[in-house]
């Protein structure tokens, strides 16, 4: 411009043209810079990659090389089962055993009345709970052998029913005739001793029958003899009758 002031610019060219290669210079030194560090970090991700593929390679190798763990088959399984059933069986009998004790010995019996108290819960869950191991007893064990819930039904019974005698008969031994007036407890001391004359063999057939007679009067109102216990004795005195 003839007589004017230069404003040092290029004409032609924008104002912001200087500005954008200065940015453009200062990206390309910035990915000079960062170029080996790419590469570094691909190599490692590389790296890695290959490593855990190896890793995988391996740990299958392994668990193929290694024999599995084997699955009980069915003769084992079957094996098993007969175990419990069979020890369940003589968990009942036994426990039978430990009732017939009372059952056959009047005296006894009456030592631990809670044992035939129904009026207690624990011996009426005892009770209740050998007709249940009664109910399910196989008459052969090996009948469940093939019949898995009957099986389960019978072992939950046997325990259920060893768990009640025991408990029943722990109460009893704990309270003995504590849980009878002084009055009640001189009756069972006197039925006591008519039941061991009317069990007695040496005795003669109308003091036993007598002695018996008189046993269930004291006993009247107090506890009921178990059947067995009953019949036992009855049977004893109907023999010396006979003879």
């Known amino acids: 411009m003839p007589g004017g002031v230069c404003s040092g610019r290029p004409w032609g060219r924008p104002w912001w043209h200087a500005g954008l290669v200065g940015l453009l210079i200062r990206l390309a030194e910035l990915l000079v810079v960062m170029l080996p560090l790419i590469g570094v970090l691909y190599v490692g991700i590389k790296a890695l990659s290959s490593f855990t593929r190896r890793l995988g390679e391996a740990s299958g190798d392994l668990a193929s090389d290694s024999p599995a763990m084997p699955r009980p088959t069915t003769v084992e399984n079957d094996a098993a089962r007969w175990r419990a059933i069979t020890r369940a069986v003589e968990a009942h009998e036994r426990t039978d055993a430990r009732w017939l004790e009372y059952e056959l010995d009047a005296a006894k019996l009456l030592d631990f009345p809670v044992m035939t108290d129904m009026r207690d819960p624990l011996t009426t869950a005892f009770h209740k709970a050998k007709l249940q191991a009664d109910f399910h007893k196989p008459l052969r064990a090996e009948d469940l052998l093939d019949d898995p819930d009957a099986a389960g039904h019978y072992l939950d019974a046997v325990r259920d029913y ?15 005739r504590t849980g009878f007036s002084r009055e009640e407890q001189q009756r069972l001391a ?28 004291e006993l009247d109102g107090l506890i009921v003899l178990p059947d067995r216990t009953r019949a036992g004795i009855e049977r004893g005195i109907a023999g010396e009758l006979d003879d």
Do not use: I, K, N, P
Request: aromatic share 4%.
């Open 162 to 176: 060893v768990t009640a005698f025991d408990t029943a008969e722990a109460e009893a031994m704990r309270r003995r």
């Open 190 to 217: 006197r039925a006591q001793s008519l039941l061991r004359v009317a069990s007695d063999a040496g005795a003669t057939a109308q003091e036993r029958e007598r002695a018996y007679r008189l046993a269930r009067t």
